[in-house]
């Protein structure tokens, strides 16, 4: 077995071998770009260049390469400043997925309002979009300071901080995702900072065909072809709604005997009267309860019940 020090001592170092591969053997990021930042101006280098690899991880180089971006020698912190009270910046160590990442200090953070197609593990299997909005995310973010804007609930019930993400440059980085057709709108109130203008981006995006709506498998299906076993993951599920339905927590519209859409009944006054929805042709949109007796999409949100 050849070691770290034959691999990377004085007389095992390559010529032509990059200079991140020279000067780092098995850095941490804030090491490995402290490092290059100092060594560059001593071994004539003009350029850096940042990149993310297949698991949202970011690397840092003196050459170029597909897909890399050029960083100025001064990695500057943004200004402190921002709208959020005692809010800060903070490094993003790694894009987890489309909708999830972890800062340098080990906090968990997810995307408040959006939902992302899921990416591989250990237990699932990946969804149609995840690694592409994996990737976005991580060429947008990994690696860079960003800014927290919280809402009403700070934490989610895993004791990840829910957050609205921004860039130096003022982006958005939830309404981007949802903008490009990468995430859908995900409302869970009382979170309702910027629900109106990513309902929006989605209508937008939607009209468009961007991302995962023009995506064969996330197309509108009818509530009378809904088989339960198969309808995995995030649905759009269209059809008439024909009754109201009442339950402890929840009051419902049902879509003939094939599906009932579930309101929490705190949720109700974000809504129209139901009776409204009585004789319409929707879309509801969220994922299939396992728990209900019968097919059941909960609903909390009307940009998530879309009138046809």
């Avoid at 973010?141 to 609205?164: N, Q, S």
């Avoid at 990468?182 to 065909?209: C, G, H, I, Q, W």
């Avoid at 009776?275 to 396992?290: D, I, P, V």
Wanted: aromatic share 8%; with cysteine.
């Amino acid at each position: 077995m050849t070691g770290r020090n034959d691999r990377f001592g004085r007389h095992g170092r390559r010529p032509d071998e990059p200079l991140e591969a020279r000067y780092f053997p098995r850095p941490g990021l804030w090491r490995q770009l402290g490092w290059l930042l100092l060594i560059v101006p001593l071994v004539g280098c003009s350029e850096v260049y940042r990149w993310t690899d297949e698991k949202g991880e970011p690397h840092y180089g003196d050459r170029p390469r597909t897909g890399a971006e050029k960083l100025p020698l001064r990695d500057a912190a943004p200004p402190t400043t921002s709208a959020t009270a005692g809010s800060g910046w903070i490094r993003v160590k790694k894009v987890y997925d489309g909708d999830t990442i972890i800062l340098d200090n080990g906090e968990k953070i997810r995307l408040l309002g959006i939902n992302t197609p899921e990416v591989a593990g250990s237990y699932r299997d990946e969804e149609p979009g995840g690694a592409q909005a994996r990737q976005w995310l991580a060429g947008k973010i990994a690696g860079l300071r960003i800014r927290l804007e919280t809402d009403a609930e700070r934490k989610d019930r895993y004791g990840r901080t829910l957050a609205h993400v921004f860039t130096a440059d003022g982006t958005h980085i939830n309404l981007a995702l949802v903008k490009a057709g990468l995430a859908t709108t995900d409302v869970f109130p009382p979170n309702l900072k910027y629900v109106d203008v990513m309902a929006s981006a989605e209508r937008e995006a939607e009209r468009n065909r961007a991302g995962i709506w023009g995506m064969r498998e996330y197309q509108p299906k009818p509530v009378e072809r809904l088989n339960r076993s198969e309808a995995v993951g995030w649905q759009r599920l269209v059809g008439t709604a024909t009754a109201l339905s009442d339950g402890r927590n929840y009051a419902g519209l049902r879509f003939g005997e094939r599906l009932e859409v579930r309101i929490p009944k705190q949720n109700l006054r974000l809504f129209p009267a139901l009776s409204s929805y009585l004789g319409q042709k929707l879309e509801a949109r969220g994922w299939l309860s396992r728990q209900a007796r019968k097919p059941a999409v909960w609903v909390r949100h009307p940009s998530a019940l879309v009138r046809r």
